[in-house]
């Protein structure tokens, strides 16, 4: 069983209490992404398995918050309206990597993008706070290293977590209806 998503306010979100159970009668479960990855960090002990740059970064402790993979969307068309912390976390660790920013001025931008509340985080509003840390030059050169869409490690580590589930040979992958946006 592979773990992607999940609502917070909408409904309740699965539980590690509901994932034990199925860890004890041997059902092979594995999480990444968002709420796939949180659950996989708290029940890992136990035997969930995680996948992904975001379950890494939970299970090492480095983030710990729902709001890091938390997202608004619209009900009709599942299309997402702000931006997860984490995508803009890993993004500018990337960029940090590639010399595009410096670890001072991605500390300053994500401290700045964690006081918001996370339907606030657009990627319009992530620009606005880079503009006020970074220099113009450094800000041309950070939109060039993103290009013209927010990063998605979410998406990637989703896709990762179904090749996984791929991998391991028991037979098709299916699900119910997915939308398209996490």
């Known amino acids: 069983m592979g773990i992607v998503d ?4 909408q409904s309740l979100a699965v539980s590690p209490k509901e994932i034990l159970p199925l860890l004890d009668a041997g059902v092979t479960v594995l999480g990444a992404a968002s709420m796939g990855a949180l659950r996989a960090a708290e029940t890992w002990r136990y035997g969930t398995i995680g996948v992904g740059r975001i379950f890494r970064l939970y299970r090492a402790g ?6 890091e993979v938390a997202v608004t969307y619209c009900p009709e068309t599942y299309r997402t309206l702000c931006e997860p912390l984490v995508n803009f976390r890993l993004a500018l660790g990337d960029a940090r990597r590639a010399g595009i920013v410096t670890a001072a001025e991605t500390s300053r931008l994500i401290r700045r993008l964690k006081s918001l509340y996370f339907p606030e985080r ?29 990063p998605d490690a979410k998406a990637a580590d989703a896709a990762a977590l179904l090749r ?19």
Do not use: C, H, M, N
């Open 6 to 9: 999940g609502e917070f306010y």
């Open 62 to 67: 480095s983030i710990d918050g729902d709001d």
């Open 164 to 182: 996984e589930i791929a991998s391991r040979g028991s037979g098709p992958v299916t699900g119910a209806a997915i939308p398209a946006a996490s």
């Open 122 to 150: 657009t990627l319009a509003r992530f620009w606005k706070e880079a503009g006020r840390v970074l220099a113009p030059e450094g800000l041309r050169l950070l939109r060039q290293f993103f290009g013209a869409e927010a």
